[in-house]
């Protein structure tokens, strides 16, 4: 069933070459999120596959649209990480390095129990900053992270490497 999912969802992923810098071949998953079907199955996929929770964490800006639907089919709470400057109360915040850049996201502190259980999900798995950070602020938090869902993973970054000591999860490998 998963593999069926799999080649559904690869096949609406779409390659933009040199976005958002020369260099970066960008996954556009709009074409995915489009496809009702497909999308629904995603998502149904990716909540089967994690464990036992009691939140799920999305990182800006792909993570709300791919979290917030896993924390309905879980039937748990969202919790939304977002770059520096969003969230209007009290935050923990971090700093990271992506392919092309670097950024500061921010939880409130209050997001979660101290000691609650997290799944977070992305849309991509590139170099394992974006991750690693949220996994830093989420344990600054007191939370434990349980296991870390993404779409796709990008072998050749090996951002893995970064999340070594973490369940790491993927429906679809480059």
Known sequence: MSGDIA??????VRDVPD??????????????????????????????????VDLVVGMEARGFIL??????????????????GKLPRETLSGAYDLEYGSAVLEVHRDAMAHGARVLVVDDVLATGGTAAAT???????????????????????????????HVVQTLLTY
Do not use: C, N, W
């Open 135 to 165: 996994v830093e602020l989420l344990e600054q938090a007191g939370s434990k992270v349980a296991a870390l869902s993404f779409l796709m993973e990008l072998s050749f970054l090996e951002g893995r490497s970064r999340l070594a000591d």
């Open 67 to 84: 979290g917030a639907p896993v924390a309905v089919a879980l039937g748990v709470g969202f919790v939304p990480v977002r770059k520096a």
């Open 19 to 52: 976005y958002p810098t020369p260099g970066v071949v960008f996954k556009d998953i709009t074409p995915l999120l489009g496809d009702g079907p497909t999308f629904a199955a995603v998502i149904g996929h990716l909540a089967q596959q994690a464990p036992e």
């Open 7 to 12: 080649s559904r969802a690869a096949a609406l």
